[in-house]
């Protein structure tokens, strides 16, 4: 299992904003291990209960609260990761529980019973937490980052766009999936993630370009078709 406690923050900003944003902050930071010419791709499978509790609790800011996902960075792989995010207040903790390419399939088709077989107490928690939630497959996000990265205080700062989804299917390992653009071109999410406080060089560097708080999640905006949500 992999763990992380942290501090997250999201603001949008427009695309001149973040290529000098990301100048400066490769200047004094070091790029995530990778990052190509054009970042890295990221594709994440949403769960959430039949009354679809977890958009309901995120768009009324209830904390504290979860959200359930499985997140692959080629659909091709041989790899997931099963990853449970809990936000109370400020802090958030992400868990991850890495699968092979069988097991995730399992997942998606509805079959548990492999987290039995595991060795970690996350695996049995998890299959508790599905199974008494009644927690299904909803909405498959994908986009590309680049990130950049400080050592102190775990600081990670991440730039996503082309950001685009689909509920019509849900196999996450489809390299065909008919995804459909869910923000503006012309926007670009900027995540701000670090444990305790964040570095006055890279905040002086954060604080150079106009940005706009922003609350919404990348599930939210998956969820545009079925459930009616608009940013």
Same mark, same amino acid.
């Given at each position: &299992?992999?763990?992380?406690?942290?501090?997250?923050?999201?603001?949008?900003?427009?695309?001149?904003?973040?290529?000098?944003?990301?100048?400066?902050?490769?200047?004094? &930071?070091?790029?995530?291990?990778?990052?190509?010419?054009?970042?890295?791709?990221?594709?994440?499978?949403?769960?959430?209960?039949?009354?679809?509790?977890?958009?309901?609790?995120?768009?009324?800011?209830?904390?504290?609260?979860?959200?359930?996902?499985?997140?692959?960075?080629?659909?091709?792989?041989?790899?997931?990761?099963?990853? &449970?995010?809990?936000?109370?207040?400020?802090?958030?903790?992400?868990?991850?529980?890495?699968?092979?390419?069988?097991?995730?399939?399992?997942?998606?088709?509805?079959?548990?019973?492999?987290?039995?077989?595991?060795?970690?107490?996350?695996?049995?928690?998890?299959?508790?937490?599905?199974?008494?939630?009644?927690?299904?497959?909803?909405?498959?996000?994908?986009?590309?980052?680049?990130?950049?990265?400080?050592?102190?205080?775990?600081?990670?700062?991440?730039?996503?766009?082309?950001?685009?989804?689909?509920?019509?299917?849900?196999?996450?390992?489809?390299?065909?999936?008919?995804?459909?653009?869910?923000?503006?071109?012309?926007?670009?999410?900027?995540?701000?993630?670090?444990?305790?406080?964040?570095?006055?060089?890279?905040?002086?560097?954060?604080?150079?370009?106009?940005?706009?708080?922003?609350?919404?999640?990348?599930?939210?905006?998956?969820?545009?078709?079925?459930?009616?949500?608009?940013?």
């Amino acid at each position: &299992m992999r763990q992380v406690t942290r501090q997250e923050k999201k603001f949008l900003v427009d695309p001149t904003a973040a290529a000098k944003l990301q100048r400066r902050l490769a200047a004094v &930071m070091h790029e995530d291990d990778h990052n190509g010419p054009c970042g890295y791709s990221i594709r994440s499978l949403y769960f959430d209960t039949v009354s679809d509790r977890d958009f309901v609790e995120k768009l009324f800011g209830t904390d504290p609260r979860r959200k359930l996902r499985l997140r692959l960075y080629d659909p091709t792989a041989d790899f997931a990761l099963l990853e &449970m995010k809990q936000k109370e207040g400020e802090h958030q903790l992400k868990r991850s529980l890495p699968l092979c390419r069988t097991e995730a399939e399992r997942l998606v088709a509805g079959d548990l019973s492999w987290m039995l077989e595991r060795p970690e107490a996350f695996a049995g928690e998890l299959y508790a937490f599905i199974a008494c939630n009644g927690y299904r497959p909803k909405a498959v996000i994908e986009y590309r980052r680049r990130a950049y990265v400080a050592k102190e205080n775990r600081i990670r700062i991440t730039f996503d766009s082309e950001i685009r989804a689909t509920e019509a299917n849900v196999n996450v390992f489809d390299e065909h999936l008919p995804l459909h653009p869910v923000l503006d071109p012309f926007n670009i999410i900027l995540e701000v993630k670090y444990n305790g406080f964040l570095l006055s060089y890279i905040k002086d560097q954060l604080n150079s370009v106009e940005k706009r708080a922003l609350s919404v999640s990348k599930y939210c905006l998956g969820r545009d078709i079925s459930m009616g949500y608009q940013f």
